[in-house]
Nanobody, 114 residues
């Protein structure tokens, strides 16, 4: 099994920045890709960005140029750097991993005030 723990959410003004972290533990070797998703109130969960084990990234159009995913393999941690935040970025952000199974973290709230 893989355990994922997110951190770094909070309240920020529009135009501000936040960095989310996702620490993975457990069966790390089975992970092929990791990603960030988000779910706003009353909306479906949507992809923000995914990064493969080879470093290939796929971003949602809505965050391209503003969000960046990075990883620290030594710490088994993936980061989501969010810049130029907008009120519409307000959501619960979830980290996930893809491998033999899909695992999800508990989520972290990001609130962007106008």
């Amino acid at each position: 099994q893989v355990q994922l723990v997110e951190s770094g959410g909070g309240l920020v003004q529009a135009g501000g920045s936040l960095r989310l972290s996702c620490a993975a533990s457990g069966s790390i070797s089975e992970i092929n890709a990791m990603g960030w998703y988000r779910q706003a109130p009353g909306k479906q969960r949507e992809l923000v960005v995914i990064i493969s084990s080879g470093g290939i990234t796929t971003y949602a159009d809505s965050v391209k140029g503003r969000f960046t995913i990075s990883r620290d393999n030594a710490k088994n941690t993936v980061y989501l750097h969010m810049n130029s935040l907008k009120p519409e970025d307000t959501a619960v952000y979830y980290c996930n991993s893809w491998g033999l199974k899909v695992y999800w973290g508990q989520g972290t709230q990001v609130t962007v005030s106008s």
